[in-house]
């Protein structure tokens, strides 16, 4: 069972456009929903993430736009650049006991053009 | 600080052979985690430490064991690899109580089962 649903599975997108990619999660436990960038041959990395006391969250051109009620969340990038170029998961978990593993969406391939 | 490290990078085995993969953390965290990502999958969780001392089944942990050696480092050992064992395997450490689950996660261990 998928606890975490994550699209479009890949993206084009045009530099200065802006790209969206949405997840959606099952577990009304969870309240903490990060979102990760991964470039080829490197670890995950975290970008941003959200706590559902808040509707929205945003870091420069990075923004997360989450929904209680639907149980979606979903990150913008605005301005999009070449460099942003990577794959990007969205996740969930608790936060109220240690060793609480994140539950990644199965990612999301961005590429930018130029 | 060298955050979280792994050994090897790199790794091809036969089947049925075994091997340990290594990591270690040097920010002090309490919880260590080992994930495996394959295509299209995402990020699963084979075995978690939530303290020294301890360790627990993930998502997928058939054919794996792990040890918790001390705070620092966290194995994960193939007894007797098998072809759907090739993967790449991420090591992940947090702090609880921060109010988040922020996982840091290493470079990464390809490895190949022919």
């Known amino acids: 069972q998928q606890q975490v649903k994550q699209s479009p599975q890949s993206l084009i997108v045009q530099k200065g456009g802006i790209s969206i990619i949405n997840c959606a999660y099952e577990n009304t436990a969870f309240d903490y929903f990060p979102w990760y960038q991964q470039f080829p041959g490197k670890g995950p990395a975290l970008l941003i993430a959200?706590?559902?006391?808040?509707s929205e969250k945003k870091e420069g051109r990075f923004t997360i736009s989450f929904n209680k009620s639907a149980k979606q969340f979903s990150l913008h990038i605005m301005d999009s650049q070449p460099g942003d170029s990577a794959t990007y998961f969205c996740?969930?978990?608790?936060?109220?006991?240690?060793?609480?593993?994140?539950?990644f969406g199965k990612g999301t391939t961005l590429s930018v053009s130029s | 600080n060298a955050g979280v490290t792994q050994t090897p990078k790199f790794q091809v085995l036969k089947t049925g052979q075994s091997m340990t993969l290594q990591c270690a953390q040097d920010m002090n965290h309490n919880s260590m985690y080992w994930y495996r990502q394959d295509p299209g999958m995402g990020l699963r969780l084979i075995y978690y430490s939530a303290s020294e001392g301890t360790t627990d089944k993930g998502e997928v942990p058939n054919g794996y064991n792990v040890s918790r050696l001390n705070k620092r480092e966290f194995s994960l050992r193939l007894e007797s690899a098998a072809p759907s064992q090739t993967s790449v395997y991420f090591c992940?450490?947090?702090?609880w109580g921060l109010g988040n689950n922020e996982q840091f996660f290493g470079p990464g261990t390809r490895l190949t089962v022919l």
């Open positions: 992940a450490s947090s702090e």
């Open positions: 996740a969930a978990s608790g936060i109220h006991q240690a060793g609480t593993a994140l539950i």
């Open positions: 959200i706590r559902p006391d808040v």
